[in-house]
Structures are given as C-alpha cells and as structure tokens.
C-alpha cells in the first residue's frame, strides 16, 4: 500500500508530495517547493521522523515554485531530478508511475499517473474545479485543453493531487470544472 504526505510550501502554497510503500524506506518526491531553511527544515523532520530516504525527485514542470528546492534535495539527498521524462513508464522507489506529457501550463508540463493507486498527480495543468495560468511563459490554452481532454479519459474516481489546492476527482472535474 502506497502512503502519502503532503506538504504546502512557498509563498504560492505549493503541494509537495512524498510517496513511499508501507513498511519501506526509500520514498519518491514530486515536485520540490520548499523555499527556505524552516520549510527544508519540515521535509526533513518528516522524513526522518518516518525513516525515509528519498531516491527519486519527479517535477511536473519547472516554473520557479516547484523547482525551487532542488538544489536542497540534491544536496541533502544526492539525488538529482527527474525534469524532462519522456512521455512512458517510470519506476522509483517500487512504483511505476505512467507519465504524461500535458503541455499548455507550461511546455514541459507533466502528470504522473499511479495506476495502481488510481492516483494522478497534475502539477499545475489541472486544480479543483479550475487550470493553471496559461499567460506565463510558456503557457498556451489550446494546448491546455488538448492535456486535459487527455486526462478525462481516465477512471472518473481517479483522484487528482494537484500542484496547489486540494485533491479531487476526475469525475468531480468532468461535472464541475469549466474548462474541462
């Protein structure tokens, strides 16, 4: 069984996931926005606290609040990123993770999908009941919706973990979500 833990850093309350499989140690981070010594601080009391030591560091996109504490998890971690997977499969720490590729947010944008779990982890290309900014660098709206079509054909009780926000479902998105 996969457990997971959130944490909400940075001044844009970002949503840092930690995933490791009950009664194991090696744990898998995606994305990485602790921004300063006290949110560094919070990850690694949780992890030690847990008795975790992650070996992976999967990014849904690389705008400044999700990648902002990469060079902490390298340094204190040894791991590096993984920034640019190709659209696939990807194993880390047990887990097989589908990756899609869901440009518009940002053209690198990524979703890791467990299906196993039934878990989807969106970055900023899908929140509760609305999508991330497409006027920033790199965004595109036709794009978006095009990644998004992409995403409604999985389970209805998929659940989303979002790059900010709070998790939902894809079902919950299909019936109140205006973009999708």
Partial sequence: MIQLKT????PYRECTY?????GKQEC???DAGMYGEREEERLRTFLSSEKLV????LITHTHTDHVCGIDFVQQAYGISPIVFPTEGELEAGGMRFQVLRTPGHKEDSVCYYL??????????????????RTD???G??????????KLTTLPDDTTVYPGHGYSTTIGHEKDYNPYL
């Fill in 18 to 22: 930690v995933l490791w499989e009950a």
């Fill in 115 to 132: 299906p196993e779990e039934n878990w989807l982890f969106t970055g900023d290309t899908l929140f509760q009941e609305s999508i991330g």
């Fill in 54 to 57: 992650p070996i992976a560091l």
């Fill in 140 to 149: 595109d709206m036709g794009m978006l919706i095009r990644s998004l079509k």
């Fill in 7 to 10: 944490f909400y850093f940075n």
């Fill in 136 to 138: 920033l660098p790199g």
């Fill in 28 to 30: 898998v981070l995606i």
